[in-house]
């Protein structure tokens, strides 16, 4: 179950995520094995010797293009990265679609606080479904959600969604997904919130459509069931 949540991808931009983590690490993997490569070779190549009296060098030779060549390349490469990460950037945090659904999200010392609209689709009226530590959503429906704190800073991070937000106490940060993959996942704070800190997990469940009216049906509020 934990490996599940971070090989999984269950949003329409995890992928991209993934993809940027990747890209990453294999640009800095390589520079880094290359540069070590080459400075453990010429450790061992021009290693002190008898009779051979070590040459002091300025830096304001050929030897400089070994700095400067390098240096430029991996620049370029800085270059790459960042617009990389710029585009998945906005498209997460920025170029944010139309709700098809919103929903609430409170942190607190030590649970996470759910509020799913109700029938109506319409968040904070009276067929309003509250959950603790409990999120039920629908595959493929676009959320927004509205993330608050009671009391510090949280962070509100769903690994399957490659999804991570901090809440922080005072403010309204709206942010979205689409999930794309049926199943049961986790949902962590990961900010350092205080004692319990650690046991503060939640669990994601991701319907089908039918699976998602039946919860509907069976959590909506009964004195509103019954006179609807």
């Not at 990265?81 to 929903?103: C, Y």
Request: net charge negative.
């Amino acid at each position: 179950m934990f490996f599940q949540n971070y090989l999984d991808q269950a949003s329409t931009f995890a992928a991209d995520i993934d993809l940027l983590f990747m890209i990453i690490t294999l640009v800095v993997g390589f520079w880094f094995l290359l540069s070590e490569g080459a400075f453990f070779f010429l450790m061992f190549k021009y290693k002190r010797k008898e009779g051979k009296k070590a040459e002091y060098i300025t830096g304001e030779g050929h030897e400089k293009h070994w700095v400067n060549t390098p240096h430029h390349i991996v620049l370029v490469f800085d270059v790459i990265l960042i617009a990389g990460a710029i585009m998945v950037w906005n498209k997460v945090k920025i170029d944010q679609p139309e709700p098809e659904r919103t929903i609430r999200v409170i942190g607190q010392q030590w649970a996470w606080t759910f509020v799913h609209p109700g029938k109506d689709n319409i968040l904070d009226t009276e067929d309003d479904i509250v959950k603790i530590d409990e999120l039920h959503v629908e595959k493929g429906v676009t959320y927004h959600f509205k993330l608050e704190a009671k009391d510090v800073l949280h962070s509100f991070s769903v690994p399957v969604f490659r999804l991570k937000q901090d809440a922080v106490p005072g403010r309204i940060i709206t942010g979205w997904f689409t999930p794309t993959k049926q199943g049961e996942y986790d949902i962590q704070c990961a900010e350092m919130c205080g004692v319990a800190h650690g046991i503060m997990g939640a669990r994601l469940f991701i319907d089908d459509p039918d699976m998602y009216q039946y919860w509907l049906e069976k959590n909506t509020p009964k004195t509103l069931a019954s006179n609807q």
